[in-house]
């Protein structure tokens, strides 16, 4: 793993808050994530402000759910997993909490990673 890659997964460990747990923290280090890779790109901080946003409005759950089922990845996906650090997308999330999600939900994240390469056990 690049050294890059490995810092900003510490940053994204300190920067969310201890108070979350479970599915929730690591949706919170998917955003953290996704600002990380966006701050590399712009060359400044830059929020992820679609999806906060949306958490408002449906919660973090159904915001990982719309992301598995949508047609297209999300600019974060593909950034992420361009950056080899698949296990931060949203869709690994999904994958490794299936009790948390729908079925479909489940299936088409699992394909949209195996789309880009990225095998999950089972």
């Known amino acids: 793993m690049k050294v890059a890659n490995r810092a900003l997964r510490q940053i994204c460990e300190i920067e969310v808050k201890p108070k979350f747990t479970g599915v929730e923290r690591e949706f919170w280090l998917v955003v953290a994530a996704i600002e990380q890779v966006y701050a590399r790109m712009y060359g400044r901080r830059v929020r992820a402000n679609r999806t906060r946003n949306k958490v408002v409005r449906v919660g973090y759950r159904k915001t990982l759910e719309d992301w598995a089922v949508s047609n297209k990845p999300t600019a974060g996906f593909r950034y992420l997993t ?39 056990p089972e």
Request: hydrophobic residues 45%; glycine residues 8%.
């Open 82 to 120: 361009d950056s080899g650090m698949h296990d931060l997308t949203g869709e690994a999330v999904v994958v490794r909490n299936p009790d948390s999600f729908s079925t479909e939900a489940v299936a088409s994240a699992r394909q949209r990673l195996a789309d880009a390469g990225v095998a999950f």
